[in-house]
């Protein structure tokens, strides 16, 4: 399997994760925003999603992360269709939702003493995500004259 096609698979890859973030986090945004209970199984969604870190700015923290699941599936498909910037811009966000997903892990686990399923399948698939854009092999770019960003020529 060459290099571009293997490229292509891990970024599809990305974008179905992602698409799953996408719902979770919209699930989570949209039941903050109803005011409605959140369905969970087991763990203490409520501890969790009724603390005061559930909100930045009066914005439920699950709205950054539909709008970072959001960026990262279009980003994925852009750099599965060989956009060389995409895949840059893909590894800054994926970068930071990892950052942003260790420090709510820490919240949970040592500040708030609380669980969420939601939430650590919301960590889950941006672990996975970060695993992917690592693993994901890299080629050289060959870019040709005057379409630098655009799709890789091949």
Do not use: K, N
Request: net charge negative; with cysteine.
């Amino acid at each position: 399997m060459t290099g571009a096609r293997s490229q292509t698979i891990f970024y599809t890859v990305a974008a179905l994760i992602a698409l799953a973030g996408l719902a979770d986090a919209t699930y989570l945004t949209v039941t903050h925003l109803t005011g409605e209970d959140v369905v969970c199984g087991s763990g203490d969604c409520s501890a969790v999603l009724g603390s005061v870190y559930a909100t930045v700015g009066g914005i439920p923290t699950a709205a950054f992360g539909a709008l970072a699941y959001f960026a990262v599936f279009s980003l994925a498909l852009l750099a599965a269709f060989g956009y060389t910037r995409a895949r840059i811009f893909l590894t800054l966000v994926v970068a930071v939702m990892f950052g942003v997903t260790v420090w709510l892990l820490y919240v949970q686990a040592f500040i708030l003493h609380a669980f969420c399923p939601f939430c650590l399948l919301s960590a889950a698939l941006t672990f996975f995500l970060a695993g992917i854009i690592v693993a994901t092999p890299s080629t050289a770019p060959h870019v040709a004259a005057g379409s630098e960003g655009g799709p890789a020529a091949p």
